[in-house]
């Protein structure tokens, strides 16, 4: 078998590639004649250069080997060395987020950072002569956020010819058959700088007009591999007032492509976004090297650089002339200058080796960083980042590069493995706390999924805010997001009911996301309940977590935060006058819902003023040599008072020595008048310096009677 990288008539030599069998013996006698097809195969992927290339752009002697070995050091794989001719060419691996490095330059720029020595950059002064380009053409961009930028440049008296030997030798070698010198050029600034160019020939450009639009129905295009597309709306061609001459960012059309006759040459350079340019390459079935780059993305900058740069080679290897200026499109102008906070000690102290400040300096400037002094701040600078690095976003990734080329062999190694022990931050304390005291409580830890559902999003939600949607694969809306946890727990407790398995208590710690009226998103950590019994004791659940956290949880009513949450059995959980969270007695409606059994009760607590307040380490006191004091009360009101407000108006009458109030009964029966209820409490006093005595006990007990009798009224039962 025969395998060529390029026509041997540019001295490259074909190589000898036996064919075999399975078993490894030969299909054929040795020495028959069999007839063969010699195929130009190009498959896009890892990048080719040659180390006479290179070396235009930087100024080192190395050979093939070195360079190779460096590239490797600094993260470009070199997967192949091969001899052509006088030169080697090496297949470098680059990786999908370093679109700069799909070209000479940029590899040779990554080269000058790791050995130190400067580059040569190659002239684009240019001379232009004749009527304007404006006057003969204009571009109209329709789809802006397919197309940033696009740039036309007209170049008059192009002779069509074979390109010079070095010019097609050099593409030859990275595996390019040379077509002419117009192509030759646009194929070989491409690799060059990394941004592909096209040229169309101007004589057949009709209406004088370039449009950058999405394909519209019963539109097709033979492209200039021979294949007739068609075009769709999600395809981002170049059309001129007669249809579509190109399929924008993939490949050039055939009735606009360069031949032996053409004369002007109108010479594309833009930048496409990527995902519009992957999408139509996927749809037309084509792929390219042009296409392999934009769907990587191109630099802003870049476009107009190459474009000078093609027309100064066209004019020495074709005859060109340059018509005086060239049109450029940009809607939404330049993208905005990107600038990170840098303090060069954090390399040493991230990456645990010495580094001399101007030796970081001199990296991060020859990548294309911009130094700048902060006299306010010495310790740090600002570094503003090169529009073409956009995998650079924030200060790790500067370390990262000067980790890259000072050579990570420069990272001390040590044979002990430091390890440091560190705590939990605040927050985890807090959680670890809550889920202590729940597990010594009964309840079982539960993980569900982040979503809702349409019918549940909004239905325990704490606040009036609107569900977050994820969009699907095709950017429709999917699903909720859910906006509490409730729903999810009340799931889990009817599944394991289906399948004959009581949960007694469950709990959960998770985000629950919602969207406000501005737009703005809110992820908040929260707490989720569900308790299989009385609310008496689940609101005792409630208040033994509030004291392990050293909060004091306070129950009242009001409004309930949420439809499904029960208007009269819901009991608003507050921190001070901050409500937190809500508890609830599920109600029969919501149990027929989830198809439950048993009854339940519910609650939902936001975990960050929990975090806030918790007090997690309290200090010791001394315990109180002095006898408690215990008294009963029976207190007959109405249905509608709450337990909360009997608390609150004890609270007020009671001296400062009544340590709690307790309930241990809620009595109805036919000793008590229909609409009413017995609440009983207990209430214990204590002081720390002296025993208390009856008559202050008693005086005690008189004003909050009284106090009950005036606020909320009813009887001493």
Known sequence: MIAAGAHASRGLRPRIIPLTCDDGSLPLPPSSRVGCVLVHLRITGPMKITRDWIRDYLDTDLNAERLAEHLIRIGFDVEEIVPVGDDWVLTVDVPSNRPDALGVIGLARELAACLGRPMKMPSVELHEAGEPVSRAFRVEIRDVIGCPRYTARLLRGVHVAPSPDWMANRLAAIGLTPVNNVVDVTNYVLYECGQPLHAFDAGRLRGGQIQVRRGQSNESLQAINGKRCIATPDTLVIADTGGPIAFAGVMGG??????????????????????????????????????????????????????????????????????????????????????????????????????????????????????????????????????????????????????????????????????????????????????????????????????????????????????????????????????SMVASLLDVIRTNERYGEELPAIFEIATVYGRRADGSYVERPGLGMVFRGAFRDFRGHLESLGAALGLDLQFGDGPPPGPLWPAGRTALIRIGEARVGAAADVPAAVLRAWDLRKDACIAEIDMIPCVQGAILERPCREFSRMPEVRRDLAWVVDEAVTWDRIVRT?????????????AFDVFRGSQIPPGRKSVAFAMSFRRDDRTLTRQEVDEAITAIVRQLEKTIGGTLR
């Open 254 to 483: 055939q009735p606009t492509e360069i031949g032996p006759e053409t004369r002007d040459v109108l010479l594309e350079s833009a930048q496409f976004d990527p995902v519009v340019i992957r999408r139509s390459a996927r749809a037309l079935g084509l792929a390219s090297d042009s296409s392999y780059r934009f769907e990587r993305g191109v630099s802003f900058d870049g476009v107009e650089w190459a474009s000078r740069r093609a027309a100064l080679l066209l004019s020495r290897v074709a005859g060109a002339v340059a018509a005086p200026g060239f049109i450029d499109e940009a809607p939404a102008g330049r993208p905005a200058a990107r600038s990170v906070r840098f303090r060069p000690a954090r390399c040493e102290s991230l990456l645990g080796m010495s580094c001399n400040p101007a030796e970081v300096r001199r990296v991060l400037e020859t990548i294309g960083c911009r130094w700048i002094e902060r006299a306010a701040e010495p310790e740090s600078v600002d570094v503003d980042l090169p529009e073409y690095r956009r995998d650079l976003l924030r200060e790790i990734d500067l370390v990262e590069e000067v980790a890259r080329h000072l050579g990570y062999d420069r990272i001390p190694t040590s044979p002990q493995i430091p390890l440091v022990v560190t705590g939990k931050d605040r927050v985890g304390r807090v959680e670890a706390r809550v889920r202590e005291r729940l597990v010594a409580l009964g309840y079982q830890e539960t993980l569900t999924l982040s979503f809702g559902s349409d019918e549940t999003a909004r239905a325990f939600r704490l606040e009036e805010i609107e569900p977050a949607i994820v969009l699907g694969k095709m950017g429709t809306p999917d699903r909720p997001l859910r906006q």
């Open 650 to 662: 004890v609270r007020e009458a009671a001296p400062p020595w009544m340590q709690r109030v307790e």
